[in-house]
């Protein structure tokens, strides 16, 4: 908890970044409404639609960096919804239908696409899915576009050679203070060094100078008006010149944000969970998982059974898991795939129950003492396990679970949303992958794909593969890449997939082992 007056806050907030994880997390908010308006009067803005607030906290080394981002125009396609169609949003309603009320318009049309068409005329039906699914990837590269602009590296992970550029950085910073006059901000220097920034290096430079690590505005260019000589100083833009040539001659090449990068955790905010931000054009290759707060991310890293000393992140072994498939679901394509992995053990359901439930001790086997729970079919399986039984475990395997909207947060009014991810992170889960919206028998394919990579056949040297960076090849095994691919998110925190996993091995307690010497005798 926080101090009670502001004398230990500094000290509090240091501890509190101090505590937490190597990885990037990258925190994501859309301001509307009454905020957007008193914003834009403040900082004297033109009309907006919102603001979206970005701030990425890094290795303890580096300082916070927080941005604010006017969103000039709303991701809308200039359509008239359809009144004659009734369809309730499963995220009621947020900033979002404001923001970008074209992604509210895709997900209702793709919940009726074919219902309309006669079930003969297949190809028509297949015809209205195709255009849904461009316009789904055409509104996610516009939000990146319009929303984001050059700030869209600032979402990707810690570059793989970033270590080997701490010296160079370092010596670069002290030539821009001692030639530039630039207090420059370390945690934006050391991203646009290690990004595709190159060709809008001018406009960056008036970013580096920002103060406190927060910046204000628009497309970085903004500050730097080439036909207008009064928007600056002409001694600010000489020394902007300079150090735009000391950056180029430092020797640190400016990397493509294609290349392998470090995991990063996003924590949304709840009004624009529901969008599918991992799979805007920049993040598509980037491994993210999702967070409810920063907070949770250390509570879960601290709560979890899965870490290993070797490993700097958690790890679980696919081959001790099980798997629970809804019998009114039809599973065939991946029940199939299942009945092929002999490690993996079936979790039967009782017939003639509504809804049939599995047995208490196989639940409790399934998610207490196993490394990872799969659940194929309707929802997200709280009709088999009690969400509040979960939430009081000790300890909670890692989860997939295969249904329409198992992953998305409901919201109770004013009240802080609930979702079945949640439930298990409370319990100690280390992952959760699931489904923002819902997804046809496609998502069998990315079940299967999953799998695959689980078992494939990994060297000893070979650095062991996390989950997150195992979706997004996945995802392309989909039919439907963005309909289908983009509503599969991940939950938790950076969990590596090995088949060396040791059990731990835990002493009895006093009176067993007694119990054991005398015999086991009930008298003694």
């Given at each position: 908890?926080?101090?009670?007056?502001?004398?230990?806050?500094?000290?509090?907030?240091?501890?509190?970044?101090?505590?937490?994880?190597?990885?990037?997390?990258?925190?994501?908010?859309?301001?509307?409404?009454?905020?957007?308006?008193?914003?834009?009067?403040?900082?004297?803005?033109?009309?907006?639609?919102?603001?979206?607030?970005?701030?990425?906290?890094?290795?303890?080394?580096?300082?916070?960096?927080?941005?604010?981002?006017?969103?000039?125009?709303?991701?809308?396609?200039?359509?008239?919804?359809?009144?004659?169609?009734?369809?309730?949003?499963?995220?009621?309603?947020?900033?979002?239908?404001?923001?970008?009320?074209?992604?509210?318009?895709?997900?209702?049309?793709?919940?009726?696409?074919?219902?309309?068409?006669?079930?003969?005329?297949?190809?028509?039906?297949?015809?209205?899915?195709?255009?849904?699914?461009?316009?789904?990837?055409?509104?996610?590269?516009?939000?990146?576009?319009?929303?984001?602009?050059?700030?869209?590296?600032?979402?990707?992970?810690?570059?793989?050679?970033?270590?080997?550029?701490?010296?160079?950085?370092?010596?670069?910073?002290?030539?821009?203070?001692?030639?530039?006059?630039?207090?420059?901000?370390?945690?934006?220097?050391?991203?646009?060094?290690?990004?595709?920034?190159?060709?809008?290096?001018?406009?960056?430079?008036?970013?580096?100078?920002?103060?406190?690590?927060?910046?204000?505005?628009?497309?970085?260019?903004?500050?730097?008006?080439?036909?207008?000589?009064?928007?600056?100083?002409?001694?600010?833009?000489?020394?902007?010149?300079?150090?735009?040539?000391l950056i180029r001659d430092s020797g640190i090449k400016l990397e493509d944000y294609n290349e392998k990068r470090e995991p990063i955790i996003l924590v949304l905010d709840h009004e624009?969970?529901?969008?599918?931000?991992?799979?805007?054009?920049?993040?598509?290759?980037?491994?993210?998982?999702?967070?409810?707060?920063?907070?949770?991310?250390?509570?879960?890293?601290?709560?979890?059974?899965?870490?290993?000393?070797?490993?700097?992140?958690?790890?679980?072994?696919?081959?001790?898991?099980?798997?629970?498939?809804?019998p009114k679901y039809n599973c065939k394509t991946l029940q199939t795939v299942l009945e092929g992995l002999s490690e993996i053990k079936e979790i039967k359901v009782e017939a003639g129950?509504?809804?049939?439930?599995?047995?208490?001790?196989?639940?409790?086997?399934?998610?207490?003492?196993?490394?990872?729970?799969?659940?194929?079919?309707?929802?997200?399986?709280?009709?088999?396990?009690?969400?509040?039984?979960?939430?009081?475990?000790?300890?909670?395997?890692?989860?997939?679970?295969?249904?329409?909207?198992?992953?998305?947060?409901?919201?109770?009014?004013?009240?802080?949303?609930?979702?079945?991810?949640?439930?298990?992170?409370?319990?100690?889960?280390?992952?959760?992958?699931?489904?923002?919206?819902?997804?046809?028998?496609?998502?069998?394919?990315?079940?299967?794909?999953?799998?695959?990579?689980?078992?494939?056949?990994?060297?000893?040297?070979?650095?062991?593969?996390?989950?997150?960076?195992?979706?997004?090849?996945?995802?392309?095994?989909?039919?439907?890449?963005?309909?289908?691919?983009?509503?599969?998110?991940?939950?938790?925190?950076?969990?590596?997939?090995?088949?060396?996993?040791?059990?731990?091995?835990?002493?009895?307690?006093?009176?067993?082992?007694?119990?054991?010497?005398?015999?086991?005798?009930?008298?003694?």
């Amino acid at each position: 908890l926080a101090p009670k007056s502001t004398d230990g806050l500094v000290k509090f907030a240091k501890n509190f970044f101090n505590g937490l994880p190597e990885t990037t997390a990258i925190c994501i908010s859309v301001l509307g409404g009454t905020l957007s308006k008193l914003l834009q009067e403040l900082l004297k803005s033109p009309q907006v639609c919102g603001w979206l607030l970005l701030s990425r906290l890094s290795s303890k080394s580096q300082q916070p960096l927080a941005v604010l981002l006017p969103i000039y125009s709303s991701l809308g396609e200039g359509g008239i919804e359809k009144m004659d169609k009734r369809w309730d949003s499963p995220w009621g309603s947020t900033v979002v239908d404001v923001v970008a009320p074209a992604f509210r318009l895709i997900l209702k049309e793709y919940n009726f696409a074919g219902s309309q068409v006669p079930m003969e005329d297949e190809k028509l039906r297949w015809k209205e899915i195709d255009e849904l699914e461009l316009r789904l990837n055409k509104l996610l590269r516009n939000l990146e576009d319009t929303w984001l602009g050059p700030w869209r590296h600032l979402l990707l992970g810690e570059s793989s050679n970033s270590k080997s550029h701490e010296s160079t950085q370092k010596k670069l910073v002290e030539e821009l203070r001692a030639k530039c006059n630039m207090e420059v901000n370390e945690t934006l220097l050391k991203v646009f060094l290690g990004n595709d920034t190159a060709k809008d290096g001018d406009s960056w430079i008036s970013q580096l100078c920002s103060k406190n690590g927060c910046c204000i505005g628009g497309h970085p260019s903004d500050h730097i008006d080439e036909e207008n000589g009064s928007s600056i100083s002409d001694d600010l833009r000489s020394r902007y010149r300079l150090a735009l040539q000391l950056i180029r001659d430092s020797g640190i090449k400016l990397e493509d944000y294609n290349e392998k990068r470090e995991p990063i955790i996003l924590v949304l905010d709840h009004e624009i969970q529901m969008l599918p931000w991992e799979n805007i054009p920049t993040l598509r290759r980037q491994e993210v998982y999702r967070m409810p707060s920063v907070g949770s991310i250390s509570a879960v890293l601290k709560k979890s059974c899965y870490r290993e000393d070797p490993s700097p992140f958690l790890v679980i072994d696919p081959r001790d898991s099980c798997y629970l498939l809804d019998p009114k679901y039809n599973c065939k394509t991946l029940q199939t795939v299942l009945e092929g992995l002999s490690e993996i053990k079936e979790i039967k359901v009782e017939a003639g129950l509504e809804p049939p439930a599995p047995s208490a001790q196989e639940l409790n086997d399934a998610l207490g003492n196993r490394d990872l729970f799969l659940y194929h079919g309707h929802g997200s399986g709280d009709q088999y396990i009690p969400m509040r039984k979960v939430e009081n475990m000790n300890k909670c395997s890692a989860a997939f679970l295969m249904g329409c909207c198992s992953g998305l947060p409901y919201r109770g009014g004013r009240y802080v949303p609930k979702s079945v991810p949640i439930s298990f992170l409370l319990a100690g889960s280390p992952v959760i992958v699931a489904t923002l919206w819902d997804v046809p028998q496609d998502i069998s394919q990315f079940v299967k794909a999953m799998l695959e990579s689980f078992w494939r056949e990994r060297s000893d040297d070979v650095k062991p593969e996390r989950i997150g960076s195992l979706m997004a090849d996945a995802r392309y095994a989909c039919a439907q890449q963005f309909l289908t691919g983009a509503a599969i998110v991940c939950y938790g925190v950076p969990t590596a997939i090995t088949t060396k996993r040791k059990k731990k091995k835990y002493l009895k307690p006093m009176f067993e082992i007694c119990f054991d010497i005398l015999g086991g005798h009930s008298k003694y």
